[in-house]
């Protein structure tokens, strides 16, 4: 359906925030009709783009951007959403904006309501105008006819389906009247399968008018089988523009988490030189979880099982959403749980941090200032408060033990320590944890599980957020560690560049499940489709590890 | 130049204000015929009165459990521990010694529920703090006038039962702090060592409690509850303790308070006994997740050293009587202040 002029236009896009580039010259035409398939990994630059498009404040208070977006054959530059929706884009978002306690229609009609007239509202202004309920009614009928499913316009939001939450939103969209460009953020990520399809059908309706349509997701089988064509995002520059027709899931995938030769080499060289190290890494079990739910919001586990071994580093990757922060969390206690955890052939209570910590395990949260660190107090307390907690350390007993006298002076000689040995740029153990940079705040948080001189690590995200310099100091020290002490590390990172420069076994979390588990040394499409969710008709990947 | 910025930084400028207008206070006094030496004893007996008032603020803050507006929960454990001892017929130190021994079996009882419930409430604390104040303060107020006290020096005249409003200590505990050890200079000089003395120890004691391993406990989670939880610490466990403490100290507070006053205040006399202390301690410098023993001696001598002083001076000057007008001002004033420093910490 390409017609002649393309509705929206996007010429060499590109953004950098705090001098972090994360969009370069991205070009991309999208046709009357069309529906353009927009993939790319966690922080590839999907959403960057798509706030750029909307005018979201936060680009302009950040420097604006490079590029021109011309829309409808205007050169178009939104300064906040209103605009964009005025010049006929809408936005289905992937958290739902609707009000629960109202209906269907106040929902779609919100804020654009048919009034009433009355002597009043000529006296009082239009804000003392009534609504016309029949004529709202009727404006939200067509909208959802347009949608080609039935929905019921005086249902509350709080008493549908999750399917029906989701053609509200795009109904709300498609009601104004000129619309011409819709843009979903992974609209089928909450909706079951046959929910998925109804709407796939219905964005062909919609195209079929002439709406174009922008359609995020992860979910690679849809982006195949509904786009016109796919536009593959992978650092925050466009890396492919397809037809979707004849390409295949696989195709994608490895487009997306694909890396340039020379990263490949290096990655393959760290990992050539690792296996001679953990040569004999059939070493026993020591860490195994079974049936593992966690409840943790955005990020839940539905059925995990996994046997670590002794001494290995072991790296759980996937996209964002897909649960494999749960884990971890789960584990240490820090969301609710359930299933069996085993560590060293002994049971390890869950929901209760402190039992965790007492079988000798520690966590490094992917939450640095919310859960890692203390940022009122000095490093000195940041890093040996757990240890002192959970193992009595730095306390001198007075009064014949009665009680524990906080020793100010060792948890500052530990402190110091670490310091050193980490390379933590600050003026002395007394510093505040909150006037740290985020590289050094993470150091902190690593020297704080240190300190517990644990047999399992756990360690989230540990490069998050933090410079180039700080990264690689961080993974040089966890793999240091794991050399040293034999401590077991389990990595979960949504860097799969990270994980297989680091780890000796990668297990990819899908939908609350382990997806599979490759060798760091398996070729990157491999990971690229267990991420996306391994279709399970094509061939089986091959497994490494049973779990 | 900078380093006088820095100063006014670290101390803060409202305090050095503070500090500034009391010494023009100081300064004023023999100009306008009062008494300087009076003046500071006086400022020394009520720091005495009320310091352990102030201090009693101090487990909670750490605890994260903001300001303890419901302190007047702890003054009525304070308020029954007096009045039982009373009852009981036991005078003088014995009497005084027996007063702060119930008040804390009290004092203890109510503080595990009031923690209970604000362990409920967390992120709210001090607004149902505050009505838990209030409301504890209306159910005594029926209390006092229904419980079985028989002695004759505290109930009514008329009718025989129920308990006065104003139980004179003259007889049982009056001044037995004051009065102990004191050191008189001149005729118009009074140190009152005794209740100085029980300050200090009481401060002592909350400064080894924050040195040992539950007290480093409790100021993690007044830090960041999620990092202690993270850290094996039972939150819940840490916020009880310190509202028991908080509530215990209060109680301990206002039995010192009375042997001073001379008086047992009861039903609504402990309304407004939380804001004063809120206030000392806010001046003192103590934020709202934060306080010191700095912060409770400095806020002490300040809030009492003004409290004293200015109603003195400005009656002398103006010849109007103003001092409660200027008490309700500079207390309301400094909590305000501080709760909208709160927002700028906070960040």
Known sequence: MDSAEPILSLKGIGKSFYGNRVLADVSFDVGAGEIIGLVGENGAGKSTLMKILFGMP????????????????????????????DAGIGMVHQEFSLIPGFTTTENILLNRESL??????????????????????????????KLGVTLDPNMLIKEMPVGHKQFTEIARELCRENVKLIVLDEPTAVLTESEAEVLLSTLRLLASEGIAIIFISHRLREVVELCDRVVVLRDGHKIEDFPAKGSSTKQIASLMVGRSMEAQAKIDAASAARTIQNGSDAG??????????VDMPGETVRNVNLSIKKGEIFGIGGLAGQGKLGIPNGIMGLSPAGGSVVLNGMPVALNAPRAALERNMAFVSEDRRGVGLLLDEGIDWNIAFTAMQVQNKFLKPILGGLFLWRSDAAMSNLAEEYIKLLEIKCTGPGQRAGNLSGGNQQKVCLAKAFALRPDVLFVSEPTRGIDIGAKHLVLDTLKKYNREYGTTIVMVSSELEELRSVCDRIAIVYEGRIEGILPHTAPIEDFGILMAGADRDEAPVALVGGN | MDSMKRFAADFGLPRIIITLYLFALFLAAPFVGVNLPASISDTLIRIGMNGIMVLALVPMIQSGCGLNFGLSLGVIAGLLGATISIEMGFVGAWGFVAAILISQAFGAVFGYGYGKLLNRVKGGEMMIATYVGFSSVMIMSIAWLILPFKDPTMIWGYGGTGLRTTISVEGFWRHILDDFLVIQIGENFKFPTGAILVFAVMSFLIWVFFHLKIGTAITAVGSNPTYARASGINIDRMRIVSVMMSTMLGALGIIVFQQSFGFIQLYEGPLYMAFPAVAAILIGGAGVNKATLTNVFIGAALYQGILTMTPSIFNAVLKVDMSDVIRIIVSNGMILYALTRKTKVAK
């Not at chain 1, 936060?58 to 929706?85: H, M, Q, W, Y």
């Not at chain 1, 026993?284 to 739910?293: D, P, Q, R, Y």
């Open chain 1, 58 to 85: 936060v680009i302009s208070e950040t420097g604006g951007f490079e590029g021109s977006i011309f829309f409808n054959g205007k050169e178009a530059r939104f300064k906040t959403p209103f605009d964009a929706l």
């Open chain 1, 284 to 293: 026993e079990t020591v860490l195994s979880i079974e049936n593992l739910w």
């Open chain 1, 116 to 145: 009433n007239r009355s002597v009043l509202v000529d006296i009082f202004g239009p804000r003392i105008s009534t609504l016309d309920r029949a004529a709202m009614e009727s404006r939200a009928k067509s909208a959802i006819d």
